[in-house]
């Protein structure tokens, strides 16, 4: 049972989504050890905020020290000294309690199921895209890459009225982004040259950047989600000729990721593959492991 600090929350976790992170991380890419864990949906069962008691939440994932000049500008999520839930030196969310400053927390709305609601974290990344550059409504914007990120960010931004063209190599995934009102292609072998002038690589694979830059107009823009680990060997020369702006993205504000899941414009039922009980995790990261398996939960016992 972890102890509650000053300022903290203790949560019962309800579920939680094992995401390609989770799965780094069991594969020692960022040297962690712990419990991991960071996209869940819990009830608060201790905390030195007692109106919090009782509250079906989420939380965000950095805790940040609040005092310097990144905490200052409300942008946490960039303290230096941050650690974060599940990923680096705060024990995550995949167990049956977990703890997070209750400065983290989000109500939970009772429109949205627990099971949905586990997406906050991930859709709230998707979200971060329309915070870091400026999206016009009927902008054409072309997603790479139709997993779980990929299908997300393709419904937010569609949902944000750009004219969202998705590319993906599997058929019943771009279905999901087609039933949530999306256009997609089957990406073969060629991908269309110099059409778009906002790309989202989201690919999770080292072509991916390169294929995005050369899609991507004179003066256009890529936003680069997918974390490749390893180096990505990449010619410059295309993004320089062309004078594209590259825009590295990562964690988003909960927010706009609440509103968009309860106003059911964000689709995440279709992403759910599996479900599992926290006991039998192992059994769950080995599914979520597998290709072409989409979101795979946990959900605690009772
Ligand atoms: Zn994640
Ligand atoms: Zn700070």
């Not at 991991?36 to 939380?59: C, I, Y």
């Not at 060629?190 to 989201?202: G, M, Q, T």
């Not at 706009?256 to 006991?279: H, N, T, Y």
Request: proline share 6%; net charge positive; hydrophobic share 40%.
């Amino acid at each position: 049972m972890p102890r509650v600090a000053e300022g903290f929350a203790r949560i019962r976790l309800l579920a939680a989504g094992i995401c390609s992170t989770d799965l780094e991380l069991q594969r020692g890419y960022y040297g962690f050890r712990g419990v991991p864990g960071h996209e869940f949906v819990g009830e608060v069962t201790e905390a030195s905020e007692t109106r919090w008691v009782g509250k079906r939440v989420a939380g965000e994932i950095n805790l940040a020290c609040g005092k310097c000049e990144w905490c200052a500008k409300g942008l946490g999520r960039h303290c230096p000294q941050r650690t974060v839930l599940g990923i680096v030196k705060h024990p995550g969310a995949f167990r049956e309690y977990l703890t997070l400053p209750v400065s983290n927390l989000h109500r939970v709305p009772e429109s949205i199921p627990t099971e949905h609601a586990v997406f906050i974290e991930p859709v709230a990344a998707a979200c971060e895209i329309l915070d870091q550059i400026k999206i016009a409504k009927q902008e054409p914007v072309a997603v790479l890459g139709d997993g779980k990120l990929g299908l997300l960010i393709a419904q937010v931004l569609h949902a944000h009225g750009a004219r969202v063209q998705m590319f993906g190599r599997h058929r019943e995934k771009l279905r999901i982004a087609e039933r949530a009102g999306v256009t997609t292609e089957l990406a073969g072998k060629k991908l269309p040259e110099r059409r778009f002038p906002i790309v989202v690589d989201a690919t999770g694979s080292a072509e991916g950047l390169r294929e995005a830059i050369s899609m991507t107009v004179p003066r256009g823009t890529v936003v680069m989600k997918s974390t490749v680990h390893g180096l990505v060997p990449i010619d410059t020369a295309p993004a320089i000729v062309n004078e594209i702006t590259l825009v590295g993205s990562r964690c988003g504000r909960f927010e706009p990721a609440l509103k968009l899941l309860a106003s059911g414009k964000v689709r995440v039922e279709d992403l759910i593959s599996e479900e599992f009980p926290l006991d039998r995790a192992p059994e769950a990261f080995e599914r979520a492991a597998t290709k072409g398996v989409l979101k795979v939960l946990l959900r605690a016992a009772g």
